[in-house]
């Protein structure tokens, strides 16, 4: 009878043997995931007390998992194939944030200058050997699924983060500085866009540093997303988040990706601040027939820029696309078209945040036609709409908001304590309005705001 060893079992099983294997060995209990440096502890053989732990910091998880299974890349072939997997699938890329150390010594009274010697740590050091060693193997370069970086933004380090997606073409998913499209050339991110398998692309902003933002050579502009060979239509998934002092995201940068995304299925676009309706309009009317999430929650200053775009109008276009289902958005003005086409596939909850009421609409009609809507679709569908300092539950028929001035007014409706305060789940960043929140009947509601007792009007 032939002898049956593990490496006559089917590959998938294979596979699933080793993960349960790499998983228990990155676990708490059999690795070291806090290290002054230190692999091992010296110890009398005869001691069975477990490993103490070196605590510096926690060591990152890729390094955790390239540990794992360094012992099954020296089985054969096939097992460092898979163990390469993974421990590279995820790359975190991460610019080194130490420091400089001083080392102070004693002068004579002769020395002219009291030079202090520095230890510097070039913080780009491990960021240029993952680039040189993807460079140098792309084999191991063909098993990254995904890459994010951190840490790297400036004019003339941008070019380490090209140089490592360079050979990474089976890359999915990619969570990019959004300097990339200031100052990458249009050959760089046409090699990116190229990688068939990149479906999700996440552009991070953040704040820099002062000395970064001063620098003159900060705002070069390549004007890269006007290049007409850029071909965004393989992405599936678009996210924008964070907003920048330095060279911003901003509608153009959004209409110019639209020209060719026209195949998003997720429009993820939060944080930012000169990022309007206006921009959002231009991406869901490209994928408007695979768009099937969208997230908009700008900043107040993103809102309040917003309120002065003109011709733009989201409700149709939005209730028009057949195949969305989850809606999460923050516009200037909301009409009864957007609840008009009963044919949509939204389902759970819709939050919508806007400014102001359509010149010429009734609130109250507007709700309505909403409730018309939930009524005709029926399920777990239900729709939030946070107008100024308030948040209408539609389906419960319920307004949320701070109403502590109007419970000590005799002859008050009921109020009972709210759950979904003081922000609710579409506030705009920034929102001042502090506070317990409490709810009332939107019957109520509306008789104390003819009333004058609260503040509230199309």
């Keep these: 009878m032939p002898t049956t060893t593990i490496e006559d079992l089917p590959y998938e099983i294979l596979s699933q043997i080793l993960k349960y294997a790499a998983d228990e060995n990155v676990s708490d209990s059999n690795s070291i995931v806090y290290t002054y440096g230190i692999s091992s502890a010296s110890r009398p053989l005869h001691q069975k007390s477990a490993l103490q732990k070196y605590i510096r910091g926690r060591v990152p998880t890729d390094v955790l998992r390239w540990n794992a299974v360094s012992a099954f890349r020296h089985v054969n072939s096939r097992w460092h194939n898979w163990a390469l997997s993974f421990a590279v699938k995820e790359l975190y890329i991460r610019r080194w944030r130490g420091g400089e150390t001083w080392l102070r010594r004693a002068f004579n009274a002769a020395t002219e200058a009291d030079h202090l010697p520095v230890v510097f740590q070039d913080p780009y050091k491990a960021v240029k050997a993952t680039a040189k060693l993807l460079r140098d193997f792309p084999q191991i370069a063909s098993h990254v699924r995904r890459v994010w970086f951190n840490g790297i933004y400036r004019f003339d380090t941008i070019c380490h983060v090209f140089s490592i997606l360079e050979n990474c073409v089976n890359v999915r998913q990619l969570s990019i500085p959004w300097t990339t499209l200031r100052y990458g ?5 046409k090699r990116v866009l190229s990688f068939e398998r990149l479906t999700s692309l996440e552009l991070l902003s953040v704040g820099l540093r002062d000395e970064i933002v001063r ?9 890269v997303l006007a290049a007409p060979e850029l071909d965004f239509s393989n992405l599936k998934r678009l996210k924008v988040f964070g907003d920048a002092n330095l060279l911003p995201m901003n509608d153009e940068d959004l209409i110019r990706i639209a020209r060719t995304a026209t195949n998003l299925k ?40 917003a309120n002065g ?29 957007m609840f008009a086409n009963e044919e949509v596939q939204w389902h759970e909850t819709i939050r919508l945040k806007v400014g102001s009421i359509e010149s010429g609409q009734n609130f109250g009609e507007i709700l309505d036609a909403a409730r018309r809507l939930i009524e005709k679709r029926g399920g777990d569908l239900a729709i939030e709409i946070a107008v100024g300092a308030y948040l209408f539950d539609v389906k419960a028929k319920m307004v949320h908001g701070n109403f502590k001035a109007l419970s000590k007014i005799e002859g008050a409706p009921v109020l009972t304590p709210s759950v979904k305060g003081p922000y609710g ?11 317990e929140w409490l709810c009332l009947y939107e019957g109520d509601f509306f008789e104390v705001a003819k009333a004058g007792v609260v503040r509230f009007g199309n």
């Design 215 to 223: 620098d003159p050579h900060s705002y070069l502009d390549t004007g």
């Design 185 to 189: 050339n249009a050959e760089q991110w």
């Design 425 to 435: 789940y579409t506030g705009i960043h920034g929102d001042s309005e502090k506070g």
């Design 266 to 305: 997720e429009i993820l676009i939060a944080n930012v601040d000169n990022v309007t309706v206006r921009g959002v309009a231009a991406l869901v009317e490209a994928s408007s027939k695979t768009l099937r999430l969208l997230d908009f929650a700008p900043t107040k200053a993103s809102t309040e820029k």
């Design 309 to 337: 775009v003109n011709g733009v109008h989201l409700c149709a276009l939005l209730a028009g696309c057949p195949n969305l289902e989850d809606l999460a958005v923050t516009l200037p003005t909301i009409c009864k078209e």
